[in-house]
């Protein structure tokens, strides 16, 4: 019996990655920062998450007590894809995701955003061997998806499962 046949489903993520910084940190300032980060696969898949260090945290905080932003720095409304490290150079955000990959929780830390684009063929740098047109995304993930899927559709209106059903149709 297969794992999937179990019901248990691994997400299997390749290691050859391309990972995009934004904006990229000068060294002197990676300890306090925050940057957005989109790592690519060779399926063409995109993947992102905001990385934050812990001093950035404390800094926003520290603001919005003398603003008295976000009930005076009581809360803070984090992103959903988060990480948190000590500084943000390229080497540790790089540490980081292969270190994810390698666990096989690089999902749960990553938002998928779609596939890349004419757009991003044009205007980025990916290295030529990178895009292997063999590779899809992995079909655990996309099983995993479809499941919360599922659930939403439990609680939606007619309407909106008719809608959906004409897009799957390409109607």
Known sequence: MTDQERGTLHFMISSTRHIRISPEIPLEDADDCNVYVIVTFPDGSRWASDFYT????ESIRED??????????????????????DHLGRERIEEVVDLYIQEGTFEYSFEYIGQVTEHDLESMDYPEDLFNPEEKLDPSYVMRQFAVFEQMLENTTPETIEWIKRRIAGK
């Open 64 to 85: 919005y007590v003398r603003s008295g932003a976000c009930l005076s720095g009581a809360y803070w409304p984090a992103p959903s894809s988060l990480t948190v490290a």
């Open 54 to 57: 812990y001093r950035n945290i």
